[in-house]
């Protein structure tokens, strides 16, 4: 018996079973309990009656049509800021451009809701009202870092031969950007398309702090049906959620394996 | 030369707007003002009430919370994402495929769903939230990324090596302790970092998984805070605080790396040198 506890400890390919067992219980479950509960009623038999709750109620396919809108500009701004960024980080010499990398990234060491609520102190300071303005300048001030990094991780490690070689065969600057170095940044752009549009898509304590509550974002919806007791049509507009967000991946995942691997910030 | 001016203008640019909100936390931890943009003349008191525990003890006790919770989950999530680790690198194929898969589940899914996913699990089977819950789903965030540090250390090793140990008359059990242990540290390392910092600021997953017993992190905390209609003014001086001592530690770490790769540079130089010499 002894033995075979030993023999079976040994095989390196049984460590991975207290994971999957962990996994199992605080990964799948969890997820499977989400779609059990969207499609029950509050009486648990089998209903579509969240989905239809849903559809009929024009609030929250509003607050969820805006709330895309929203993480849409943000991706869309943080990727014409973040781009000339990384770029210009990448053309740095090594040992500066780690430097104001590590600039980039040290903000968010701070609490998430600390910075959110100094950038209402700065719009304070600059007497600017809170609203819209302040919640894009808000999603774009947090966000930005995760769309610069892998950006400039992809530029960075990009073979300068290429450049060279473009510009031996006589390509204008303009033509090595746009035929070489932009095609060869591609994964680095989806992988922080994606690490900016998936959070900005599920926040929900930045949006209401940046507009003093008078914006609903579809994470503040999905939040305040579950703290209010309504445990299945919350679950339902998360499901709708991770099918959203489910369809991003997709789109981007074939794409992005080496990029969303080298995304990582450590 | 023109062009190199705009770039480094740009940088400075984004700088400045990235860290405008910061500095004007840092300016404003040395005044007493309970408002944050009133400036009613130098003090430290915010630090002194800070650290005699001046403040109302539930934001002491938020903090203590914050860092006993990243201190357990990042020790578990290493061990237990470590063990993991090496025993994925030696699944066949498929198998290391479908883990790997439900591995990156908690990474690619937003904190409200993770969040909710185990609040609905901890309700169906009838667990009271509290610190425990907290932990087990900062442990479930915070494993996926210490998987994920390990296994490049894992797969970039010579599988020869533990043969070799093996041959030589070391149990497997050795030979993972003295062979591919030490050759992992470094991914351990930074797993275990990438934890204790993930579970230190978060909120999403905390504030779905803390009951209603009271118990408070740091980021649930200020949420509570913020939604009172302000921002406790100490929180200004933990924040100026934690922002420095990040700084030093980049700094430090960043310093060290440069001076490695200048030995490594001059190693070689030296190396070149023997090499031309000898010719």
Redesign the interface.
């Known amino acids: 018996m002894l033995k075979n506890i030993t023999k079976f400890?040994?095989?390196?390919?049984?460590?991975?079973?207290?994971?999957?067992v962990?996994?199992a219980?605080?990964?799948?479950?969890?997820?499977v309990?989400?779609m059990i509960?969207s499609f029950q009623a509050k009486d648990g038999g089998f209903s579509m009656e969240n989905f239809e709750r849903f559809i009929n109620q024009p609030e929250a396919a509003n607050t969820f049509i805006y709330s895309i809108g929203i993480a849409l500009i943000t991706t869309l701004l943080c990727l014409l800021?973040g781009y000339?960024?990384a770029y210009?980080?990448s053309?740095l010499k090594p040992?500066n451009a780690?430097?104001?990398v590590?600039?980039?990234i040290?903000?968010m060491?701070?609490?998430?809701?600390?910075?959110t609520?100094?950038?209402v102190?700065?719009f304070?300071?600059l007497r600017l009202p809170l609203g819209e303005g302040a919640l894009i300048f808000g999603m774009v001030?947090n966000f930005?870092?995760f769309m610069i990094y892998p950006i400039y991780n992809v530029l960075q490690k990009m073979d300068v031969s290429l450049i060279e070689a473009a510009e031996d065969l006589g390509a204008t600057p303009r033509q090595v950007f746009t035929r070489v170095v932009f095609p060869l940044s591609v994964p680095g752009i989806v992988s922080g398309i994606m690490m900016v549009f998936?959070?900005t898509?599920?926040t929900?304590?930045i949006a209401?702090?940046l507009t003093m509550n008078n914006i609903k974002l579809f994470?503040t919806t999905?939040?305040e049906n579950?703290n209010n007791g309504m445990?299945h049509y919350?679950?339902a507009l998360?499901l709708i959620?991770?099918v959203i967000?489910g369809i991003t991946?997709l789109f981007t995942d074939s794409e992005s394996e080496d990029g969303a691997n080298e995304g990582?910030?450590? | 030369m023109m062009k190199r001016t705009i770039s480094l203008a740009y940088l400075v640019l984004l700088l400045v707007m990235l860290y405008a909100p910061i500095v004007i936390i840092a300016v404003f931890s040395f005044t007493e003002s309970k408002v944050l943009g009133n400036w009613t003349g130098f003090s430290t008191e915010l630090y002194t009430s800070l650290f005699t525990g001046g403040v109302n003890n539930s934001l002491i006790d938020a903090i203590k919370n914050t860092f006993i919770i990243a201190l357990i989950a990042a020790s578990v999530s290493t061990l237990l994402g470590t063990v993991a680790a090496i025993g994925i690198n030696d699944l066949r194929y498929g198998k290391r495929r479908v883990v790997n898969f439900v591995n990156n589940i908690p990474i690619l899914n937003p904190d409200i769903i993770t969040g909710i996913s185990l609040f609905l699990l901890f309700i169906s089977l009838g667990i009271t939230q509290g610190y425990t819950t907290v932990v087990l789903a900062h442990i479930t965030f915070c494993t996926p990324y210490v998987v994920l540090s390990v296994m490049p250390r894992l797969t970039q090793m010579n599988p020869n090596i533990y043969e070799a140990a093996l041959d030589l008359g070391a149990t497997p059990l050795q030979a993972i302790r003295r062979v591919i242990i030490p050759e992992i540290r470094p991914g351990m390392i930074s797993g275990f970092i990438l934890a204790f910092t993930l579970s230190i600021d978060d909120f999403a997953v905390t504030i779905f998984t803390n009951g209603t017993n009271g118990l408070e992190t740091l980021s649930t905390y200020i949420y509570a805070d913020a939604r009172k209609g302000g921002l406790t003014p100490e929180l200004r001086a933990l924040s100026t605080i934690i922002l420095v001592v990040v700084l030093v530690l980049l700094i430090v770490v960043n310093y060290r790396a440069r001076r490695q790769t200048r030995r490594a540079e001059q190693m070689q130089e030296q190396l070149k040198l023997k090499k031309n010499s000898r010719r």
């Open positions: 400890l040994s095989r390196r390919r049984s460590w991975s079973i207290p994971y999957v962990f996994m219980i605080f990964v799948v479950t969890p997820l309990l989400i509960y800021l000339p960024a210009i980080l053309r040992s780690s430097l104001v590590m600039l980039f040290l903000p060491w701070i609490n998430v809701l600390v910075r609520l100094a950038t102190a700065l304070d300071f001030y930005l870092p998936m959070p898509i599920s929900f304590a209401e702090l994470g999905i939040q579950i445990w919350g679950a998360s959620m991770l967000i991946s990582g910030l450590l």
